[in-house]
């Protein structure tokens, strides 16, 4: 039992020590800390720099000196350089700066009106070509080595606008209400204030006049600040003057001691605000996406233009709407699911319109009399312009059955309505309608592939039939007198105009079959 208690009672004792050594190593440090306190107290009450009164806690006049003599250099800048910051132009006016000629050169060739200018007279592919190039050689310029010396330079630049942008005239007025922004005709009148009054705006002041690269080429800067705003930002022979007490201030540390002894933290530190920014790559990005969509647009309003052509040449209109539910319009309720919707209705529009409104009258009439009336010399041509000719005829049922199984009472029409209707609350729907719409997307191009081959079979045996009337022996038809003769027209003319319409037809279908497939 005694050595049991001989236990308890060196337990207790350990517990105690520690809680001794806990307490005293806190009043040691608390101890410490107002030792450093009192050292740094004196190092301010005797430092060449009256800025700061350790006694009272008060800001002496000096203080309010220098940083007037810091704004009456920087005002001017904090005009012109406003919002430069965050200014593209800027980012582009320092890479800029380090390009050479041959550079300079190359990057003209990437603007928007040089493109402009090329795609009047080169096709998209050249076009594209030509871009590609020019953007990897002026990319390959900016290589990794130039980079870093662009961002470095563009971190410099960016200090001296934080630096510049600091709020000089609201800490100012704290020392004298009566000072003007950027006015510097009134003779301000400092008097002591309490430091801590102003200790965390000294602070803030720190975090941009220690990222301020005092040693930088500032001749240099200005010279480039003044290309960029066709003024000069800062009168250069103030701001050199200016250096050498900014470094004075910077290497005493006067204004690190005064906050710290302010706020009673003699460990304090301050973190300097380092842009650090990279500015090439999103440069490059920036210049290759615009290219990117420059001529992707070219190309567009290219692809449009020859639409238009070919609608007015095949249908005398640009303006074509045959479809009743496959539509458009239709396409208004998917996108507020956001969904693609009917993804062929032009092209099924215009070629509804083209076997309605002319296959079935005017080729039906010719390719009648020359299948009916025509002595073939072999049966496989006439066979296959059969074929294809019927193949064309079925297409036309196909797509009015297509269209009309879409509408409200259709059996995909409701069954996609119905699908929609539940969609916001069923996933398993939106997803039913996504499949529907690839199915039914799927089958529009099918019909559309389907007739461009077919319309291109009848138009080889019409393109043929035109060279053998030019024949002096016919090698296709043998009778084209009595063709004639039963027709009413002039063959030529007649085979010519409907296999121009053909032609123009196969083009139009084909930007709609070469865009699906991309």
Do not use: C
Not at 79 to 104: C, D, R, Y
Not at 357 to 382: C, H, M, P
């Amino acid at each position: 039992m005694a050595k049991n208690s001989d236990k308890a009672q060196s337990g207790d004792s350990n517990i105690f020590q520690r809680l001794l050594s806990i307490f005293f190593s806190a009043g040691d440090a608390d101890a410490e800390r107002k030792k450093q306190l009192r050292l740094l107290g004196k190092d301010l009450g005797h430092s060449r720099f009256k800025f700061y009164k350790p006694k009272t806690f008060e800001a002496l006049p000096g203080l309010g000196r220098f940083f007037y003599e810091v704004y009456k250099t920087v005002a001017p800048a904090q005009v012109t350089l406003n919002n430069a910051a965050s200014s593209g132009a800027l980012k582009a006016f320092v890479i800029e700066s380090f390009l050479g000629k041959e550079q300079k050169a190359m990057l003209s060739r990437l603007e928007d009106d040089y493109v402009l200018d090329k795609a009047k007279t080169l096709s998209v592919k050249d076009l594209q070509e030509q871009v590609k190039q020019d953007m990897i050689n002026f990319f390959s310029a900016l290589d990794a080595e130039r980079s870093v010396q662009i961002d470095t330079a563009y971190n410099v630049l960016l200090s001296f606008i934080n630096f510049t942008n600091f709020d000089y005239y609201f800490l100012l007025k704290k020392f004298d209400a009566n000072i003007t922004e950027r006015s510097f005709t009134y003779n301000p009148r400092f008097e002591p204030i309490s430091a801590d009054y102003i200790a965390d705006d000294v602070a803030d002041f720190l975090e941009v006049f220690l990222a301020l690269n005092l040693e930088a080429d500032w001749k240099r800067i200005f010279a480039a600040l003044k290309e960029y705003r066709n003024i000069d930002v800062i009168q250069i022979d103030t701001w050199l003057k200016l250096i050498p007490a900014l470094n004075e201030v910077r290497k005493s540390q006067i204004l690190e001691q005064v906050v710290r002894h302010v706020k009673q933290d003699p460990y304090m530190q301050y973190t300097p605000r380092t842009a650090g920014e990279r500015i090439v790559e999103p440069y490059i990005d920036k210049i290759k996406n615009q290219t990117t969509l420059l001529i992707q647009k070219i190309a567009q309003e290219r692809r449009g233009s020859k639409i238009e052509e070919l609608s007015k040449a095949v249908f005398g209109t640009t303006v074509i709407l045959r479809m009743k539910n496959y539509t458009e319009k239709a396409n208004m309720v998917f996108a507020k699911k956001m969904l693609g919707g009917f993804t062929q209705t032009a092209a099924l529009n215009y070629l509804k319109a083209y076997l309605m409104d002319y296959f079935k009258k005017d080729i039906r009439e010719l390719v009648d009399i020359l299948l009916i009336r025509g002595q073939w010399a072999t049966n496989i041509q006439s066979q296959q312009l059969s074929d294809a000719y019927h193949a064309m005829l079925e297409v036309s049922d196909l797509i009015i059955q297509f269209d009309e199984n879409l509408a409200e009472d259709g059996d995909q029409g409701s069954r996609l309505r119905v699908a929609l209707n539940k969609s916001d609350r069923d996933k398993d729907a939106l997803k039913y309608v996504r499949q529907m719409l690839k199915d039914i997307n799927d089958k529009a191009a099918g019909i559309i592939s389907k007739s461009a081959i077919n319309l291109i079979a009848i138009g080889r045996h019409l393109r043929s039939m035109i060279d053998d009337l030019s024949k002096p022996h016919h090698e296709m038809i043998l009778n084209w007198r009595e063709i004639e003769s039963v027709s009413g027209k002039p063959l030529r003319d007649y085979i010519t105009e409907t296999y121009k319409k053909i032609y123009y037809m196969v083009q139009l279908l084909q930007f709609y079959v070469k865009e699906d497939k991309e």
